[in-house]
């Protein structure tokens, strides 16, 4: 189902700015209009400064006028699923309902898991604008 979405991801990793961690990380976030907007981990020399695959996907997307969201497909290594950090899963509620908006970690293209937002974040803080 998701299988254009989880090789963007697989393919976004080769552009990940990583000579501190060396942990490669590709995300592929899906609009509801079934746009992709694709994105890598930016590392800094200050280490704080990095920003995940995930929030440059959504920045990307955010920045060019899209607020709704379907899904995103995450990607680092072969040996383990990549889960979202708590930053990236909170940038994930302020744009997604966490119901229905889906997190597919992937190992490889054949080996992923599928969760809702609210599984991740069941207690995320909101303002609750929407
Ligand atoms: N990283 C991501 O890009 N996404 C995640 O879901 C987890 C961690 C990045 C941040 C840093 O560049 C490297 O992986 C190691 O933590």
New binding site residues.
Partial sequence: MYEKLINSALNAKKN?Y?P??D???G?ALLTSDGKIYTG????NATYGA???????AFFKAVSEGERNFAAIA?A?NEEDY????GI?LQVMAEFCGADNFEIITVKTADDCKIYKLKNLLPYGFSLKIY
């Fill in positions: 990940s990583s501190y961690s942990f490669k990380v995300a890598t981990n930016i590392e990095t920003v995940c695959a995930e929030r440059t995450v680092a990549c889960y979202p950090c990236c």
